[in-house]
Nanobody, 125 residues
Framework: VQLQASGGGLVQAGDHLSLSCLAS????????TGWFRQAPGKEREFVAA????????AYADSVKGRFIVSKDNVKNTVNLRMNSLKPEDTAVYYC???????????????????WGQGTEVTVSS
């Protein structure tokens, strides 16, 4: 199983950026997929996730209304559209997939089985 995240970069506050995570070895039709991030000196935190059946989507309060998570069952990707970026969004963003996640555990990193290598997002003020 591989999760290949891409799309990170350096942007200014207020800009937008789109991340994509290509899954191989598993199908996003059957796995709940999500995004987490880790800022320098901080613990990894949940960002957004979409349940395998698309029936539930969760966001961290800090990104709600600005970020949009989606998945493409044909391309086997999970995507994160980040709007109105803030300097505090600066972090390495990781995609993750889990096969036994229910709605109540979507925000918990220990619920995910597979992790990508991360893509760095830097937002300048």
């Amino acid at each position: 199983v591989q999760l290949q995240a891409s799309g990170g970069g350096l942007v200014q506050a207020g800009d937008h950026l789109s991340l994509s995570c290509l899954a191989s070895g598993l199908s996003v039709r059957r796995y709940t997929t999500g995004w987490f991030r880790q800022a320098p000196g901080k613990e990894r935190e949940f960002v957004a996730a979409v349940k395998w059946d698309g029936g539930s989507i969760a966001y961290a309060d800090s990104v709600k209304g600005r970020f949009i998570v989606s998945k493409d069952n044909v391309k086997n990707t999970v995507n994160l559209r980040m709007n109105s970026l803030k300097p505090e969004d600066t972090a390495v963003y990781y995609c993750a997939a889990g096969g036994r996640i229910i709605s109540s555990t979507m925000k918990r990193d220990e619920a995910y089985d597979y992790w990508g290598q991360g893509t760095e997002v830097t937002v300048s003020s």
